[in-house]
């Protein structure tokens, strides 16, 4: 276990009367945030095999291209609202909510960016969560391109987009 966690870890055990530094609250934050992230995009990866594009789920939302493309890009501080919005157009789904204590977690389990053999093992993991992006960047570009097709035509559905 790393310093980090160690100190992390200490803190939480303290108990509700204890505060917990900024920098362990931002930690905890950034770490939910990139753990809903891979969440909606493995959905959406999954949805975009059978057919939907950033572009027909911007459709279907009612949202611009720009928001999903950047939902859909890197981890965000997204709302409950958008989470829900995200989950319905992508999957017809809801989430279901359970929490477990990180006081009980095994050590083996957790893990800090700070540590440089977890670092250097996720490089892969990185480069891999660019590619998919960049697949999905892809994928709006094909969405803008089928949108500008259908404009001649489609002049009461793009009015929806706006």
């Known amino acids: 276990m790393t310093t980090f966690q160690t100190r992390l870890l200490k803190e939480l055990a303290q108990g509700p009367d204890s505060p917990i530094a900024e920098s362990n609250l931002v930690y905890l934050q950034e770490r939910l945030r990139g753990r809903f992230f891979d969440f909606l995009l493995e959905r959406f990866e ?3 095999s059978k057919g939907l594009t950033q572009a027909k789920l911007a ?3 009612r949202k611009s291209p720009e928001v ?5 890009s890197a981890p965000t ?3 409950l609202d958008s989470i829900s919005d995200l989950l319905v157009g992508v999957s017809a789904e809801e989430p279901n909510f359970s929490a477990s204590s990180l006081l ?3 050590p083996v389990n957790q893990w800090h960016l700070d540590d440089a053999s977890v670092a250097d093992s996720l490089q892969p993991l ?3 969560k660019q590619q998919r992006a960049s697949v999905l960047g892809e994928g709006q570009r094909q969405g803008s391109e089928d949108k500008g097709q259908r404009q001649g ?3 009461v559905e ?5």
């Open 153 to 155: 035509a489609g002049a």
């Open 104 to 106: 009980n977690l095994s």
């Open 126 to 128: 990185t480069q891999e």
């Open 77 to 79: 501080n997204l709302t």
């Open 59 to 61: 459709r279907r939302l």
């Open 68 to 72: 999903i493309h950047r939902w859909l």
């Open 46 to 48: 999954s949805a975009q």
């Open 158 to 162: 793009n009015a929806t987009l706006s």
